[in-house]
């Protein structure tokens, strides 16, 4: 479905009307009612028509305004049977906006200012739109462990734009990022996010109808505590451990069996909660492999490794329901053992999480929806491992996640971007993903079919020529481009780091795959020039892009080294190129995140310049 002007997330119902309305310099915008729950959307419409427009309309709660006066009207009805709903009409004779409560009007209010955008305000078309969500829940989980933690600046300015896309729950993934006023040892060079920051963070994102959910993993994931002497003594194994994708190297998981780690993890949530004013908190416990391969082996080979799992992930459950908080977990290790789903405690929300295009949403979902488990459905950005995102699998990803999602029951729409690896993708990679996904988790049936270049480049971007939102799309399917696509990353991400003999023992790696992505990554990158982004970070994101590329083609061509058998250090051109990626990628770094994490992130593009140099010795 396109619309003229474009709306990001496309309504349910859009019903042109005949006439235009003229926005006159100076007018009131009603408040009829409910004064307070409706003085949000007010002041948002206020401001930025101020801001973009230079027009200034004043806010009145006062029934006597005569009817010519008022610019726009805001009240709070009662026949609604959707929350979140809104009816907005613009017709000659004004604007209005009635919904079923303060999120529908705040809604209202910011499909309203897109529908002006790209108007001339003497002539705004007329219009009806008549509008709720599918999915009561919209989120966005940042990873903001896996060394990259954003600024507030950036955090702020990520807020506004999710909700002005309506979307409604924030979730920063925290392992060892938040400081701990008992734990300095685990955060102190990581730039972590502060109490005020938090308490400040809660606040901003409240005024914008988003929530922000607490979310703390307290099982798997945990290497950056146990790594310290004080913490060793909970971990579940110091040695390897397999996974589904080899072997790995602990510490990773707490071990179950020990009450320290209980007590350990309710000592993390005495000192986080409080700062947020979400009842609900995410737990984590994901990808617990090593559990059963440590201290709990005679554990689960007596109960079994799911039995072992889940009493452990019942008592946090019931800590934070004893609290009361709402708990949610990642579902990925429950749904193995699908007899114990059941025995979940009432009022958890299970998060269905995967992010292949092919993952079977609709297979794990029907396990919590027929065990009467409240859940979400988690796709992802597939912007990690990466290098420029995956746009093919991500649109894809999220579809599937939307519409297996509507059919099953979920109660919400998570939106992951994860940084495995040293969080190497610039953030507005991920904006592909954030705008798509906020049109398919809002009404599936209207945006399934989101013209998603164009809409990516106007509402992220703030390009109205397209380019970038083409740009974005073409340089995020690169990885498709060598002839191989490994599952949850690209090969470009990987060649960076592999050594000659994986190469040479991979058949799937090719040189024509190679020079066919050079050839993309050319193509993609040529359309920067007619870019036309109005926004104040423009020459950032320009750069964003520009290094990015640089770090595929040393990918590509590094790549063609090892497949010919030659040494990529000793190539002084490969190394110049790496080198001037690096100090540019630092550079960027610090214009949106802390500096935190920066030098595990860089680490190992250093050690590659360093064996470059012994090279050349």
């Given at each position: 479905?396109?619309?003229?002007?474009?709306?990001?997330?496309?309504?349910?119902?859009?019903?042109r009307?005949?006439?235009?309305?003229?926005?006159?310099?100076?007018?009131?915008?009603?408040?009829?009612?409910?004064?307070?729950?409706?003085?949000?959307?007010g002041?948002?419409?206020?401001?930025?028509?101020?801001?973009?427009?230079?027009?200034?309309?004043?806010?009145?709660a006062?029934?006597?305004?005569?009817?010519?006066?008022?610019?726009?009207?805001?009240?709070i009805?009662?026949?609604?049977?959707?929350?979140?709903?809104?009816?907005?009409?613009?017709?000659?004779?004004?604007?209005?906006?009635?919904?079923?409560?303060?999120?529908?009007?705040?809604?209202?209010?910011?499909?309203?200012?897109?529908?002006?955008?790209?108007?001339?305000?003497d002539?705004?078309e007329?219009?009806?739109?008549?509008?709720?969500?599918?999915?009561?829940?919209?989120?966005?989980?940042?990873?903001?462990?896996?060394?990259?933690?954003?600024?507030?600046?950036?955090?702020?300015?990520?807020?506004?734009?999710?909700?002005?896309?309506k979307?409604?729950?924030?979730?920063?993934?925290?392992?060892?990022?938040?400081?701990?006023?008992?734990?300095?040892?685990?955060?102190?060079?990581?730039?972590?996010?502060?109490?005020?920051?938090?308490?400040?963070?809660?606040?901003?994102?409240?005024?914008?109808?988003?929530?922000?959910?607490?979310?703390?993993?307290?099982?798997?994931?945990?290497?950056?505590?146990?790594?310290?002497?004080?913490?060793?003594?909970?971990?579940?194994?110091?040695?390897?451990?397999?996974?589904?994708?080899?072997?790995?190297?602990?510490?990773?998981?707490?071990?179950?069996?020990?009450?320290?780690?209980?007590?350990?993890?309710?000592?993390?949530?005495?000192?986080?909660?409080?700062?947020?004013t979400s009842?609900?908190?995410?737990?984590?416990?994901?990808?617990?492999?090593?559990?059963?391969?440590?201290?709990?082996?005679?554990?689960?080979?007596?109960?079994?490794?799911g039995?072992?799992?889940?009493?452990?992930?019942?008592?946090?459950?019931?800590?934070?329901?004893?609290?009361?908080?709402?708990?949610?977990?990642?579902?990925?290790?429950?749904?193995?053992?699908?007899d114990?789903?059941?025995?979940?405690?009432r009022?958890?929300?299970?998060?269905?999480?995967?992010?292949?295009?092919?993952?079977?949403?609709?297979?794990?979902?029907?396990?919590?929806?027929?065990?009467?488990?409240?859940?979400?459905?988690?796709?992802g950005?597939?912007?990690?491992?990466?290098?420029?995102?995956?746009?093919?699998?991500?649109?894809?990803?999220?579809?599937?996640?939307?519409e297996?999602?509507?059919?099953?029951g979920?109660?919400?729409?998570?939106?992951?971007?994860?940084?495995?690896?040293?969080?190497?993708?610039?953030?507005?990679?991920?904006?592909?993903?954030?705008?798509?996904?906020a049109?398919?988790?809002?009404?599936?049936?209207?945006?399934?079919?989101?013209?998603?270049?164009?809409?990516?480049?106007?509402?992220?971007?703030?390009?109205?020529?397209?380019?970038?939102?083409?740009?974005?799309?073409?340089?995020?399917?690169?990885?498709?481009?060598?002839?191989?696509?490994?599952?949850?990353?690209?090969?470009?991400?990987?060649?960076?780091?592999?050594e000659?003999e994986?190469?040479?023992?991979a058949p799937?790696?090719?040189?024509?795959?190679?020079?066919?992505?050079?050839?993309?990554?050319?193509?993609?990158?040529?359309?920067?020039?007619?870019?036309?982004?109005?926004?104040?970070?423009?020459?950032?994101?320009?750069?964003?892009?520009?290094?990015?590329?640089?770090?595929?083609?040393?990918?590509?061509?590094?790549?063609?080294?090892?497949?010919?058998?030659?040494?990529?250090?000793?190539?002084?051109?490969?190394?110049?190129?790496?080198?001037?990626?690096?100090?540019?990628?630092?550079?960027?770094?610090?214009e949106?995140?802390?500096?935190?994490?920066?030098?595990?992130?860089?680490r190992?593009?250093?050690?590659?310049?360093?064996?470059?140099?012994?090279?050349?010795?």
């Amino acid at each position: 479905m396109t619309l003229t002007p474009p709306l990001l997330p496309i309504p349910r119902a859009v019903e042109r009307l005949s006439g235009h309305f003229c926005l006159p310099p100076h007018a009131f915008i009603s408040l009829n009612g409910d004064v307070q729950a409706l003085l949000p959307a007010g002041r948002r419409f206020q401001a930025i028509l101020k801001e973009k427009y230079g027009i200034g309309w004043d806010l009145s709660a006062s029934p006597c305004i005569p009817q010519p006066a008022i610019g726009l009207s805001l009240r709070i009805g009662n026949r609604y049977g959707h929350a979140q709903e809104y009816l907005l009409e613009v017709s000659p004779q004004g604007m209005s906006i009635v919904s079923a409560d303060e999120a529908g009007a705040f809604y209202g209010v910011c499909t309203l200012l897109q529908w002006l955008q790209g108007q001339p305000l003497d002539r705004v078309e007329s219009v009806r739109i008549e509008d709720w969500p599918d999915f009561p829940a919209r989120g966005v989980m940042l990873d903001i462990s896996r060394d990259r933690v954003p600024t507030m600046a950036t955090l702020y300015e990520l807020v506004d734009r999710l909700a002005s896309w309506k979307i409604n729950q924030l979730q920063l993934y925290m392992e060892h990022t938040f400081a701990y006023q008992a734990h300095p040892v685990v955060w102190k060079d990581a730039s972590p996010m502060t109490p005020q920051e938090l308490l400040d963070l809660d606040i901003f994102c409240r005024e914008r109808f988003i929530e922000l959910v607490p979310n703390q993993n307290s099982f798997g994931h945990m290497e950056r505590w146990l790594k310290h002497p004080r913490y060793a003594p909970l971990a579940e194994i110091q040695g390897e451990f397999q996974t589904p994708w080899g072997a790995e190297k602990g510490p990773f998981s707490l071990a179950p069996g020990d009450p320290g780690s209980i007590n350990f993890v309710q000592s993390l949530f005495d000192e986080l909660l409080p700062h947020f004013t979400s009842r609900m908190v995410n737990v984590g416990c994901d990808e617990t492999f090593d559990v059963g391969q440590g201290r709990s082996r005679e554990l689960c080979d007596q109960f079994g490794a799911g039995r072992v799992y889940l009493d452990y992930l019942k008592s946090i459950l019931n800590d934070i329901q004893q609290r009361g908080r709402q708990p949610q977990f990642w579902g990925d290790i429950i749904v193995n053992h699908p007899d114990l789903v059941k025995e979940l405690p009432r009022g958890v929300i299970a998060l269905e999480w995967g992010y292949e295009a092919s993952h079977p949403f609709k297979e794990h979902a029907a396990q919590f929806n027929q065990a009467g488990v409240p859940f979400y459905v988690c796709p992802g950005t597939s912007s990690w491992n990466s290098l420029a995102g995956r746009s093919d699998n991500a649109l894809g990803n999220l579809r599937n996640a939307a519409e297996n999602g509507t059919s099953q029951g979920a109660i919400g729409y998570l939106i992951t971007d994860w940084g495995d690896n040293g969080h190497w993708q610039v953030p507005p990679v991920s904006w592909l993903g954030f705008a798509a996904g906020a049109g398919f988790s809002w009404c599936k049936d209207s945006n399934f079919e989101l013209p998603v270049t164009d809409t990516v480049s106007l509402f992220a971007f703030e390009d109205p020529s397209g380019t970038m939102g083409n740009l974005a799309f073409e340089l995020g399917n690169v990885y498709r481009a060598t002839g191989y696509e490994p599952p949850n990353s690209s090969l470009l991400f990987h060649l960076i780091q592999a050594e000659a003999e994986q190469v040479n023992q991979a058949p799937f790696v090719t040189a024509a795959g190679l020079q066919n992505a050079l050839h993309k990554i050319d193509a993609a990158m040529a359309l920067l020039p007619a870019e036309r982004m109005a926004r104040p970070d423009a020459p950032l994101i320009r750069r964003e892009f520009e290094n990015t590329a640089r770090l595929m083609r040393y990918g590509c061509e590094r790549g063609l080294e090892l497949l010919a058998n030659r040494e990529p250090g000793c190539d002084p051109a490969l190394n110049a190129e790496l080198a001037t990626f690096l100090q540019e990628y630092r550079a960027l770094w610090l214009e949106r995140s802390r500096p935190g994490g920066l030098n595990d992130s860089s680490r190992r593009f250093e050690q590659l310049l360093h064996r470059a140099e012994d090279a050349k010795d």
